[in-house]
């Protein structure tokens, strides 16, 4: 272990035992420690227009956040928070019309979403150059974990926010992506009246129809149920299908102290798969002997294609608050999901070949189906308190949570017939499929977590956070393995806020993510770890509500498997740095803006392949740019009308780790159009305005997707 990381941990392991002591220490004596410390001397406090007012729940105002529970736990400004943080409200992926949670991505620094072109059945996500897709995906604050091909899917339409933490956060919620986490926000109940309806379609037509209606049922007891039905045509041949969630939720405060809130969800899914991936590299990105392949073209068979999924999950938020600034929280969720898929999708030319090696230029196919059933539950225990010791002012959390995680899984593959790139036929017979896995897999995992955030002197605030986790994997049938692991995981952040509102900040954290499998060289893989250093500053001026940010980070990641299949080792490491810089602003009440940049430089330090060592690991672009404008008229002849436009830069990556295929550059624009008058509204979105193709990314020069082409979404919404 090199000195700096020596000197990380050491230095995490007495924060978290420094934090430890405090927590029971200091608990029992806040009411006599409010009376007795001398006064705490506090930074300035500026209250910028209705900020006072928001909560990490709460509507975002315009496109500008003010608090997040994304990054601590606790209702906290996003300026004390010592990591990286992006809130995407209801109104700004609204004015964008995304209709997925990657679409509303697409603005984020450090974030690449839709690597492999649209895909409606799951949200693709990178983070920091690191997939965050299965473990870094969370809801309501509680992970929505993935493996494989079991999950949740969450439907954007329910969601009030979508909070991206970037880098690592094990401290909080356990074992994660080391990237970073996207945290949904669901549409809660609450004393304000909501009615709405949503009627919309795109150009290839694909329809929608959204509700959202809540209100108080008596002073107590509030309500609100959000759902939307989808389905029709994509813009590749076949895909098609049907989709629907549905929300209820309730919240019942009976006095002043006690609060619980419920919230459940069911959602049916049944659609044929869409095209424009799993293509070859010679024939997307780069001409083949015949040229591009069509990006709407789809290889698979229409008559056998299958997605079917079925889910529901029910939980529930409890607090109740005691006297002197004692809160008590618990938060559970229990999911359930079923999906059964068949899908024929092409992977290289006939043979496995990179290049076209007949006249028809035939593809490849793999015939594969699996059938995956997954149980979870989760629950988090909070206490939160508020104390001054000296000049020191401490909100200190304590917590324990616990992850339960079961899935059952076939998976069976069969020979495939080959078809042509260019003039495909469809409807001949496929070759049986055998399963290669069969096997019932749990893993639990509990943990044990610290925090105390401290306001002292003229503005200073640190931050401490340690936990200890113990996860534990059992897996049945085929393949089959067991194993145990603890892991201790720290977080130090130092930031000043100045009268201005500028706060500078520095972090330093690890992180752990537990490992699911086996091979014969390694035995059961150990959770993946490593660290992170960051260094930042936030802004959030006195003159205007805007909120502007930017990061330098260093983030090691090791542990990573490499090598072939059945002969992996864990001798992997990546290093991630780069800089995001973020803008999100209401300039005035009819102009709002947001801006971001992110650059990489992503290098594999240790690999099983020595020639990898020092190459760039595929997929992810190192550098991306945007930036989106929205206006809107008011008392004059075009009142009630609004335009929006936005540009988005995806830099160029490699198609393959080896660094010899590149993926070049694609510069994309967006638009809106929009009017509302009284309580009804339509906005009309393009994605892609000029049609640009180009291909999003490869993970290996046998599979490309192609990013999305030009979508026109209206929408028409009601309210009364």
């Known amino acids: ?65 003010g608090r997040s529970a994304t990054g601590s736990k606790s209702d906290t400004p996003l300026e004390e928070i010592p990591q990286s943080v992006s809130v995407i409200g209801r109104e700004e992926i609204d004015d964008r019309g995304a209709q997925k949670v990657d679409e509303a991505l697409r603005y984020t620094p450090g974030v690449f979403s839709q690597p492999f072109g649209p895909d409606s059945d799951t949200n ?6 690191f997939q965050a897709t299965q473990s870094g995906i969370y809801q309501d604050g509680l992970q929505l974990y993935s493996y494989g091909f079991g999950g949740q899917f969450a439907d954007s339409y329910t969601l009030e926010r979508i909070e991206v933490l970037r880098g690592a956060s094990s401290v909080l919620y ?48 509030s309500y609100r149920l959000t759902g939307r039905i989808a389905g029709g045509d994509t813009y590749t041949d076949f895909a098609d299908g049907f989709r629907g969630t549905i929300s209820p939720s309730f919240k019942w405060s009976p006095n002043d102290r006690n609060t619980l809130t419920v919230l459940t969800n069911y959602t049916d899914i049944d659609e044929t798969h869409n095209g424009g991936a799993f293509l070859p590299y010679f024939g997307t990105v780069e001409n083949a002997s015949f040229g591009r392949i069509d990006r709407t073209r789809n290889f698979t068979e229409p008559g056998l294609d299958t997605y079917r999924r079925k889910q529901a999950s029910i939980g529930y938020e409890f607090e109740h608050r005691f006297d002197n600034d004692l809160t008590f929280r618990q938060n559970a969720r229990y999911g359930w999901s079923r999906v059964h898929e068949v899908s024929i999708y092409p992977y290289g030319y006939n043979a496995f070949s990179a290049l076209p090696t007949d006249p028809n230029n035939l593809l490849s196919r793999i015939n594969f189906e699996h059938t995956t059933e997954v149980n979870t539950f989760l629950i988090d225990n909070q206490l939160e308190g508020k104390v001054q010791t000296g000049g020191i002012a401490h909100t200190l959390l304590g917590g324990v949570d616990y992850k339960y995680f079961n899935m059952s899984q076939v998976q069976a593959s069969g020979s495939a017939t080959p078809i042509s790139a260019t003039n495909p036929v469809y409807g001949a017979a496929q070759g049986p499929r055998f399963a290669y896995i069969d096997q019932d897999l749990t893993m639990n995992q509990l943990g044990f977590y610290v925090q105390d955030q401290m306001r ?82 936030k802004y959030r001026p006195t003159w205007m509500d805007a909120l502007f940010t930017a990061a330098l980070f260093d983030l090691t990641r090791t542990n990573v498997v490499t090598g072939a299949f059945n002969a992996e080792t864990q001798l992997g490491e990546v290093n991630s740095r780069g800089v995001e810089l973020e803008a999100k602003a209401n300039i005035t ?20 392949n020595p020639a990898l060592i020092g190459k760039t690991p595929y997929i992810v672009p190192q550098i991306q740019g945007s930036a989106f404008l929205d206006y809107t008229f008011k008392d004059n002849a075009l009142d009630g009308v609004s335009v929006g436009g936005g540009v988005r830069y995806v830099g160029s990556s490699w198609a393959d780790n080896e660094n010899t295929l590149k993926v070049p550059a694609a510069t994309v624009f967006d638009a809106r159009v929009g009017y509302k008058y009284s309580n009804w509204g339509v906005n009309v979105s393009v994605t892609n305005l000029f049609d640009k193709e180009y291909v999003a990314s490869c993970q290996t020069q046998f599979s490309c997707g192609y990013a999305e082409g030009r979508t026109a979404l209206l929408n028409v919404n009601m309210s009364w």
């Open 456 to 537: 002292f002197g003229q503005g200073f605030l640190v931050t401490l956070n340690g936990r200890y986790d113990r996860a534990s994997t059992d897996a049945d049938g085929l393949p089959s393995y067991e194993g145990t692991k603890g892991k201790l995981s720290g977080r130090a952040g130092l930031a000043y806020e100045f009268a201005n509102g500028v706060t500078p900040y520095v972090s330093a954290s690890t992180f752990f993510n537990p490992v699911l499998g086996t091979s014969p060289v390694v035995g059961v893989f150990k959770p993946e770890s490593g660290h992170q250093y960051e260094v930042g500053v």
């Open 174 to 221: 356990g074992g994660s992506n080391p990237g970073g986490l996207v945290n949904y926000v669901t549409k809660r109940p609450g004393d304000t009246p909501v009615r709405e309806i949503e009627l919309g379609i795109d150009e290839h037509g694909n329809a929608h129809l959204g509700i959202d209606v809540g209100g108080a049922i008596d002073p107590t007891l």
């Open 589 to 608: 009440p009819s102009l709002k803006a947001t801006a971001a940049f992110t650059a990489l430089d992503l290098d594999i330090k240790k690999d099983a």
């Open 124 to 129: 693709w996500i990178f983070i920091r150059g």
């Open 1 to 65: 272990m090199n000195t700096s990381k020596k000197r990380l941990n050491r230095f995490l392991l007495n924060s978290t035992a420094l934090a430890a002591v405090l927590l029971p220490t200091l608990a029992p004596t806040f009411a006599s420690a409010q009376d007795t410390a001398a006064p705490a001397v506090l930074g300035p406090v500026t209250v910028q227009g209705s900020r006072s007012a928001d909560s990490a729940t709460s509507p975002v105002k315009g496109y500008v956040p």
